[in-house]
């Protein structure tokens, strides 16, 4: 396992690190707590904190093995809470697991597959005391929000790419390359959204539900990190649609392009038509030909050849055949 912070805090200020099998009485006003946060653990390690800070087997457990679907338990008077990260990496939306112990006087991350610490955050949480004084559900409510937050610009750079392709529709033909990586991003963005329906109940739980360790001022905070959650899955639906809508329009115009090209060929062969048949024709051994042995036989048959096939030209021009 990486440590990669393990600090007491006292009325927003951090006071001294501590270690893992380190246990502190800490007071009842909340004011001092202790934040731990680690990444992908061993069992060995897990346990330890399981003695220290009488975490529940059942949580440990899912915390090791990191293959969750976002949720909320409540072991006596601590909470467990699975929340999904994700990240892009290759062209795709790779996901990990972060995993929260909350007790009254304490708060223990693990992370798993996750591309963003929370050093960052433990940064800008130290920066405002008297939010950090607050206590470990405000902690919870920034790290959820800070995982959710990353949600956005994964949504919005795939919504550049789907403009993209859709303005690209609009000029030529799809490929083989962009209609696969349409399917692509469809099957992404399901599974996106298998982790966001259970994020936003995550998020519910906390705005609706009395929960140990979480006062009833801290619900806005977590109802405002709902809102995010919904914000992102309106965005899903909405490229999921357009997605369809690119690809069901793509077949569209193919389809009209097609016509079209089709139309031009059968305008094009009804014009040539008319010089084959009258050569045809001339190209036959018979004896009695009109204007066979006419001074001026072979001028007026080719006049006749163009003036009907420009006669047919017009017509089909008229069309929009050609």
Known sequence: MTVIAAYLY???????????DERID???DKSEFIWIGVADPSLEEM??????????????????NANQLPKVDIYGDQLFVVARTAHVEDGAICYGETALFIGHSHLISVRHGSARAHLMLRADLEAVPQRLAQGVDYVAHAILDFIVDGYLPIIEGIEEEVLAMEQTMLDQFLGRAEINRIFNLRRQLIRFQRILVPMQEVATKFVKIDL??????????FADVRDHVRRVQTMVDDLREILNSVFESSNLLEQQRTGDITRQLAAWAAILAVPTAIAGIYGMNFEHMPEL????????????IAA??????ARFKKLKWL
């Open 293 to 304: 042995k006419s001074r001026f036989g072979y001028p007026v048959v080719l006049g006749v």
């Open 47 to 64: 346990q330890t904190l399981q003695r220290t800070y009488g975490l529940h087997p059942l949580a440990v457990e899912d915390a090791i």
């Open 26 to 28: 800490c007071p009842e």
């Open 212 to 221: 140990p360790c979480v006062d009833v001022e801290a619900r806005p905070y």
């Open 10 to 20: 006292r009325h927003g200020q951090r006071i001294r690190p501590v270690a893992i």
């Open 308 to 313: 009907i096939c420009a006669i047919l030209y």
